[in-house]
């Protein structure tokens, strides 16, 4: 899954491809590069981002996804119900839905649904996040998300663990070390870690430290979006698509020679 923040503040791509006819190039690029899905989104989730108004984020969102639709499977990373409705109206077929809210809207557009974990806000996610345990919170919040989504007539659903909503550097490696008790709900896992403040602690060699910046966390992306593949997530979010397209079918590969004995 390629990510398209059509955003001036993503806290990686944010302004790349604010501008309508660059974000639909990048979709594009992203296809050719291997994506089997886009993630088209309107709003920074980033801690401390400012909200959008519906009427922009539609503005920014419905024009791409409509361009995209026709090539590659959509998906609209949105927390809006009318943009999740629209977007599918102009042929997204994924919700994925950071705050886990918006599955009766998926129901209702026939959309396959992401819920997503996330502890708090934008805003605050990020001040001391407390679990006692966390994989099991994780794994018990998606179940009952999931199991809600279900009961409001959503056909198809995904769970992701949430790496860094509201997760501190060790929350996230613990999801990811765990991640085989998110797999065993059932469900088609998603997994976001590319770029990701984490991977920066991590290549600085300290977890309660200060990060390497966005642009020194390609390597962490890569490595983790191939141990996340590797764990039995069936996709990963990312912005390198053509390197992590790449690895993923080495982790294919490996997977079939497996079963082959
Ligand atoms: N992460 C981000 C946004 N949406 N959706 C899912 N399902 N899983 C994730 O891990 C996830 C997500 C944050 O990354 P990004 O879109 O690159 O940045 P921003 O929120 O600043 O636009």
């Known amino acids: 899954m390629g990510v398209l923040n059509v955003t001036p503040d993503s806290f990686f791509d944010g302004g790349r491809y604010h501008d309508r006819a660059a974000a639909i190039a990048r979709g594009r690029q992203m296809v050719t590069e291997g994506a089997d899905i886009v993630d088209v989104g309107g709003e920074s989730t980033r801690p401390g981002a400012a909200p959008v108004g519906e009427a922009e984020e539609l503005a920014r969102v ?26 599918v109206a102009h042929g997204a077929r994924i919700v994925n839905d950071v705050s886990s809210t918006l599955a009766h809207v998926a129901a209702e557009a026939g959309a396959v649904f992401v819920a997503m974990h996330r502890k708090g806000t934008p805003a605050t996610m990020q001040e ?3 679990y006692d345990d966390v994989v099991a919170e994780v794994a018990e919040y998606l179940a009952s998300r999931a199991e809600q989504a279900r009961a409001l007539g959503v056909g198809e659903i995904w769970v992701d663990p949430g790496i860094g909503f509201g997760k501190t550097a060790r929350h996230n490696l613990t999801l990811l070390a765990h991640l085989e008790d ?40 890569l490595a983790s979006a191939v141990w996340a593949m590797a764990k039995g997530a069936r996709a990963v979010r990312v912005h390198d698509v053509s390197a992590t397209a790449q690895a993923a079918r080495l982790v294919a590969e490996v997977d079939l020679a497996g079963a082959l004995g």
């Not at 996804?65 to 998906?75: F, I, K, R």
């Not at 976001?192 to 060699?205: N, P, Q, Y």
């Open 62 to 87: 419905l024009p791409v996804v409509e361009a995209l639709a026709p090539l590659v499977t959509v998906s609209i990373d949105t927390t809006k119900p009318r943009v999740a409705l629209e977007a």
């Open 128 to 130: 001391d996040p407390r």
């Open 182 to 221: 998110i797999v065993a709900l059932g469900y088609p896992v998603l997994v976001g870690t590319s770029r990701k403040a984490f991977l920066g602690r991590v290549a600085a060699g300290t977890l309660d430290g200060p990060a390497l910046p966005v642009e020194e966390r390609f390597e962490g992306s």
